[in-house]
């Protein structure tokens, strides 16, 4: 057994249950929400959400992980409010989310920049999330994150990829990358953090299931990393049973232990004018489409219910049980 953190405090990886691994409860580009979005403001926006969150408790899940980092439009206070409202667990995130450029707040700030300093500032950041909790709230972060999509390993990217893995170093909490499985950006993000000393185990691959290259997937599985198969829901490029089929590739295979589930949606977000523009542009894009749609499509392409179970409870305890014992193994 382990200690997790999440919104509402401290639990036991006995009590993660079901498992999503890469959800959002609100997600946004702050500036522009804080100028032109008064609705998020509203105690509507907070018991929105709660209803969402508790309609997926409801369906069976207990625990999701938010991966809304810097450059996500992570706000903790009104997410705190909407945690206090439901008891699904959720596990919040720091790190930072950048396909380029480094974040404005450390473009100067950094070794070797105008302001001169001899650490990465980021990693003190992410550490102080990690250890003490995020912006007076109390609530400390579970999980790093951080991103590489198809510019591929900008610099940008670079400098937050390797403060992550230091701040994995130093405070034991795993990894989830956001990667862009068309590029094969996994296999860049499995090298730089060899190189920065991670266990590859620590490390969620996400958006993996975004390919049907099993092949490029079985090269990241093999070095022992976990699959996100975390966009279920997202339909532009590849079909919800285009995932499924991989997925029961992958199982027939023999990888079931290193694969996990999610659909990477949100309740909240300023992506589409409106909120209901958003369940219009993307119908099955939210919480309930793995219970209600891929489970059933899972199980008639032969995967069994025992492996389902794996994907959502077995696999993400043993990932958070398995980063916990390797660290404490290192101290
Ligand atoms: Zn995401």
């Not at 950048?98 to 990693?123: I, N």
């Not at 003490?132 to 390993?153: F, H, N, V, Y």
């Not at 919800?240 to 232990?257: C, F, N």
Request: hydrophobic share 40%; net charge negative; charged share 25%.
């Amino acid at each position: 057994m382990a200690q997790i953190q999440t919104a509402r405090g401290t639990i036991d990886t006995a009590d993660l249950g079901r498992v999503l691994v890469h959800e959002h409860v609100f997600l946004m580009d702050m500036e522009y929400t804080f100028n032109y979005r008064p609705d998020f403001f509203s105690e509507k926006t907070i018991t929105d959400a709660a209803d969402r969150l508790n309609e997926l408790k409801a369906a069976g899940i207990d625990t999701i992980i938010d991966l809304t980092v810097l450059g996500l439009g992570r706000h903790m206070p009104t997410l705190a409010k909407a945690a206090a409202l439901t008891d699904l667990n959720i596990i919040v995130s720091t790190g930072a989310y950048t396909f380029d450029a480094t974040p404005a707040p450390f473009q100067f700030y950094g070794p070797g920049l105008l302001k001169d300093v001899p650490e990465e500032p980021m990693v003190a950041h992410f550490v102080k999330d990690i250890s003490e909790g995020i912006a007076d709230t109390g609530i400390r972060a579970g999980m790093l994150k951080c991103a590489i999509d198809e510019p591929g390993l900008k610099a940008g990217v670079e400098r937050v990829m390797r403060a992550v893995a230091k701040a994995n170093r130093i405070t034991g909490a795993p990894i989830t990358v956001h990667t862009a499985p068309l590029q094969e950006t996994g296999l860049i993000v499995q090298r730089l953090m060899d190189e920065e000393g991670v266990d590859l185990e620590d490390l969620v691959v996400g958006h993996c299931g975004d390919t049907k290259d099993v092949d490029y997937l079985m090269k990241l599985a093999d070095r022992g990393s976990i699959l996100g198969m975390d966009r279920f829901g997202v339909e532009f490029a590849i079909t919800m049973q285009e995932r499924v089929d991989t997925i029961a590739d992958m199982v027939k295979r023999g990888y079931v232990d290193q694969l996990t589930l999610s659909h990477d949606c949100c309740c909240w977000s300023d992506f589409f004018p409106e909120v209901s523009d958003y369940h219009a542009a993307m119908p099955n894009h939210n919480y309930l489409h793995i219970h209600n749609d891929v489970i059933p499509a899972l199980l008639e392409a032969g995967v069994g219910q025992a492996d389902i179970d794996k994907m959502f409870v077995d696999n993400p305890r043993r990932y958070f049980e398995g980063t916990a014992k390797r660290f404490a193994a290192r101290h």
